[in-house]
């Protein structure tokens, strides 16, 4: 059965940085590595919306509002996807949850972005 944990949310001011790890068990390191993974985010009200996708060859595509300040990597070694956040802003406060293969989410990790 595959899980994938999230990790690395949390309350941080405007212009402040976090990082968000899924790491993902009940599969090798090799089927990991063949599927695309993504992150979405929904913020209350709204309904969920991809922010950052990385294919298995690598390939990386941004939401538009996300470009320049959110990375999106992932170690395959360790089954585990990460996206970097920086230059957060208020809209950016959401639950973000990370995607593997399209069908397998995490439970969710709540960042709020306020002073």
């Known amino acids: 059965q595959v899980q994938l944990v999230e990790s690395g949310g949390g309350l941080v001011q405007p212009g402040g940085s976090l990082r968000l790890t899924c790491a993902a068990s009940g599969i090798s390191g090799v089927i990991f590595s063949r599927n695309p993974m993504g992150w979405y985010r929904q913020a209350p009200g709204k309904q969920r919306e991809l922010v950052a996708r990385?294919?298995?060859?690598?390939?990386?595509s941004y939401e538009d509002s996300v470009k320049g300040r959110f990375t999106i990597s992932s170690d395959n070694a360790k089954k585990t996807v990460y996206l970097q956040m920086n230059s957060l802003k208020r809209e950016d406060t959401a639950v973000y949850y990370c995607?593997?293969?399209?069908?397998?989410w995490g439970q969710g990790t709540q960042v709020t972005v306020s002073s």
């Open positions: 995607n593997w293969g399209y069908d397998y």
């Open positions: 990385i294919s298995s060859g690598g390939s990386r």
